[in-house]
């Protein structure tokens, strides 16, 4: 086997490595059908939920890729557009932000709305994320105290994302998803992102190890 077969063997099994990370990807924002749940948040009346807001790049990343933080300005104009969209806004906290290391961020600075999760008040905790003037960023609270006029929440809307006309048009910004769940804190990072992370530091590792067998 000459040296450019070898090459191609490495890249090919990488390549499908770097598919089947993205397959999983994928199916971590299918939208699942809704099937009936006990959530404890119900039987107790009420549901803890993480409160802040923040563009996804944290200082970590900052630092590594020396780049510049949000901008007040520009932290000032997310506030205002969601704002307008009729969106309460909660306490902005860079450790709020979606990590890129696969781990969930520690809400450093962020706070924690308990908010009523009954059968005569359904309640539920939200994680928007979208992208505004080409920043991505994120949004978490309560749906009971996310909207300065109360909108109605319905259980089957619970573990479930949506990214359809209708939450385009929920406050202007682009690719928004949100997320709906009903456990205490469930609105941190998705457990999938960590599965993800793992398989592509997984794939890295194996290509490097190919790469040094066949050299």
């Not at 699942?32 to 802040?52: L, W």
């Not at 909108?151 to 939450?167: A, G, H, L, N, W």
Request: hydrophobic share 35%; proline share 4%; with cysteine.
């Amino acid at each position: 086997m000459n040296a450019y077969s070898k090459v191609n063997d490495v890249l090919l099994v990488y390549s499908i490595l770097l598919l089947l990370e993205y397959a999983l990807n994928v199916n971590a924002h299918t939208v699942h059908t809704y099937s009936p749940h006990q959530f404890k948040s119900r039987i107790k009346g009420q549901v803890a939920c993480y409160s802040c807001v923040s563009f996804t790049r944290d200082l970590a990343n900052y630092r590594f890729l020396e780049i510049d933080p949000p901008s007040a300005k520009n932290i000032s104009d997310l506030h205002d557009v969601l704002s307008k969209g009729g969106m309460r806004i909660p306490i902005y906290a860079e450790r709020c932000a979606e990590t890129r290391a696969g781990a969930n961020p520690n809400f450093n600075g962020a706070r924690i709305s308990v908010c009523p999760n009954t059968d005569n008040e359904h309640g539920a905790c939200v994680k928007l994320k979208g992208r505004f003037n080409g920043e991505a960023y994120v949004y978490r609270h309560c749906w009971s105290e996310m909207w300065q006029d109360a909108r109605p929440y319905q259980r089957q809307m619970s573990e479930r994302c949506f990214s359809d006309t209708i939450v385009q048009s929920f406050v202007n910004t682009e690719q928004n998803t949100i997320c709906f769940c009903e456990d205490d804190l469930c609105n941190r990072s998705s457990p999938h992102y960590n599965i993800c992370a793992s398989i592509h530091r997984l794939c890295l590792l194996i290509f490097f190890n190919l790469y040094i067998l066949y050299h």
